[in-house]
């Protein structure tokens, strides 16, 4: 069984930062690709970040410049650092991993999801 579980997320006031963590357990053959998404209630998940297994990264307009995506591929953690945090950003946020049990073909995994919850 493969696993995405995050861990990090909490109250905190608008401003402050939060790290928030994705471990990938199980039985994986390699990752391509991991990320973070984020939903609150009525609206669709939307992209926060990506980071590809070569450490291309991708961030969604809202975030860039106090996001911060990174991994340790030896880990197969995914961390999301998050400064200047606005009330705008809470809502759940899921790990998401594209990766493979076997050599042949790559699928996309989902977390739990984590709170993160921004006060004004």
């Known amino acids: 069984q493969v696993r995405l579980v995050e861990s990090g997320g909490g109250l905190v006031q608008a401003g402050g930062s939060l790290r928030l963590s994705c471990a990938a357990s199980?039985?994986?053959?390699?990752?391509?690709?991991m990320g973070w998404y984020r939903q609150t209630p009525g609206k669709q998940r939307e992209l926060v970040a990506t980071?590809?297994?070569?450490?291309?990264?991708n961030y969604a307009d809202s975030v860039k410049g106090r996001f911060t995506i990174s991994r340790d591929n030896a880990k197969n953690t995914v961390y999301l650092q998050m400064n200047s945090l606005k009330p705008e950003d809470t809502a759940v946020y899921y790990c998401?991993?594209?990766?493979?049990?076997?050599?042949?073909?790559?699928?996309?995994?989902w977390g739990q999801g984590t709170q993160v919850t921004v006060s004004s």
């Open positions: 998401a991993a594209d990766l493979r049990i076997t050599e042949i073909t790559a699928t996309r995994y």
């Open positions: 199980g039985s994986i053959f390699s990752i391509n690709a």
């Open positions: 980071i590809t297994s070569g450490g291309s990264t």
